[in-house]
């Protein structure tokens, strides 16, 4: 019990902190695919190609830059993110209504007091909602981090795999599923009292 609880440690870890990197990089590119007219189609077409190449062949070549660890997994997992809160970002702030916008030009904001006070704050719950996939994706993706030497739930599913124990396979394949539904779920009740209170 000790083991799995160290590993569902580990394995919470390498998704934050990826969630966190691609939750700051995601936000950026957004708010550029927003500003800069034409970019956008860049920034979400890139970050579209990423979320195509399989996910051991991005990790397998992130190996060679980062080496074997937990580095290259959070790497990946940083690049699988990245496309919901682009796209929930700039699809968020596209949609505020233009006549919010020129009031705020009518008070006198300028560009960045309108994206913090106004745009960014209004856009939230549709952010909020792409790091939720990005989040609940990430727990499943890292489980096969265990194949370029990362740690988490995916080390005692592998092992139980070549040893043929479906005891082990279950040990860690269960909170690898009650993790992603626990953060499903709460995540999914925030945003839904996120979208009520901009109601």
């Not at 998704?15 to 590119?29: D, E, P, Q, R, T």
């Not at 790091?131 to 609940?136: F, T, W």
């Amino acid at each position: 019990m000790g083991s799995i609880l160290n590993y569902t440690i580990q394995h919470l870890y390498i998704v934050f902190i990826a969630c966190i990197f691609s939750a700051v990089i995601g936000v950026m590119l957004g708010v550029i695919a927003y500003w800069v007219k034409y970019v956008d189609t860049i920034i979400l077409s890139i970050a579209d190609v990423v979320q195509t190449i399989p996910s051991l062949a991005l990790l397998a070549m992130l190996m060679l830059i980062f080496g074997l660890g937990n580095t290259t997994l959070i790497a990946g997992l940083i690049l699988y993110s990245l496309l919901p809160i682009i796209r929930n970002t700039y699809t968020g702030m596209q949609s505020i209504s233009p006549y919010i916008k020129e009031a705020a030009i009518g008070m006198g904001m300028s560009k960045w007091q309108r994206l913090f006070r106004v745009e960014l704050p209004l856009a939230f719950p549709m952010i909020f909602s792409g790091i939720k996939i990005a989040m609940v994706t990430a727990i499943g993706i890292s489980v096969i981090g265990v194949l370029i030497g990362a740690g988490g739930l995916g080390y005692p599913i592998y092992r139980g795999i070549q040893s043929n124990n479906f005891k082990l396979i279950l040990s860690g394949a269960i909170p690898v599923v009650i993790l992603a539904l626990l953060f499903d779920f709460v995540m999914t009740r925030i945003e839904i009292k996120m979208y009520k209170g901009h109601k």
